[in-house]
């Protein structure tokens, strides 16, 4: 069988790549809806809502460069539009959410999908033997666990 660049077999790592795109797809589209928060956000809150959505648009827009270089590394071309984004995301674009527990449940929903992304990449990439994807999903994971037990805690949820 054909391997790759880095050694991998070629097909597990086309269909790698192509779940990381999709996987990109949705970080985009959290990455703005964060964006969008963290302008609009209204209320009460506001203060420390401002600060946690720039906290976490700011470690998503690095998620996606990682995401897209890990797609290149795999030999494939990362989405790269905004057609392919809306396209490929399950994450679908929140408009005129201003309230700190309607952004907070929607940033928690957003977390949920991509963890669930991730954990299917993970499967896919031990299948593979892919140890730098594998990582790079462990790592995510782990750091979004945190944050979804934390944005829970806020909602009054755990």
Same mark, same amino acid.
Request: charged residues 30%; without cysteine.
């Given at each position: 069988m054909e391997t790759n660049q880095i050694g991998l077999k070629t097909e597990q790592s086309n269909k790698l790549a192509k779940e990381l795109n999709v996987l990109l797809a949705n970080y985009q589209m959290f990455y703005q809806n964060l964006r969008g928060f963290h302008w609009n956000i209204q209320g009460p809150s506001f203060f420390e809502l401002h600060v946690k959505f720039e906290e976490l648009y700011s470690d998503a827009v690095l998620k996606v460069?990682?995401? @897209?270089?890990?797609?290149? %590394?795999?030999?494939? %071309?990362?989405?790269? %539009?905004?057609? $392919?984004?809306?396209e490929h995301s399950t994450i679908?674009? @929140? $408009?005129?959410?201003?309230?700190?527990? $309607?952004?907070? %449940?929607?940033?928690?929903?957003?977390?949920?999908?991509?963890?669930?992304?991730?954990?299917?990449?993970?499967?896919?990439?031990?299948?593979a033997g892919d140890e730098g994807t594998n990582s790079q999903m462990s790592d995510y994971i782990t750091e979004q666990e945190k944050t979804v037990w934390m944005l829970s805690a806020y909602l009054g949820r755990n």
């Open positions: 460069d990682e995401i @897209a270089e890990r797609v290149l %590394t795999l030999g494939e %071309t990362p989405h790269h %539009t905004f057609t $392919s984004y809306l679908k674009e @929140a $408009s005129n959410l201003k309230d700190g527990e $309607s952004t907070v %449940t929607t940033t928690l929903s957003n977390l949920k999908t991509l963890l669930e992304m991730e954990r299917k990449i993970l499967v896919v990439s031990g299948e």
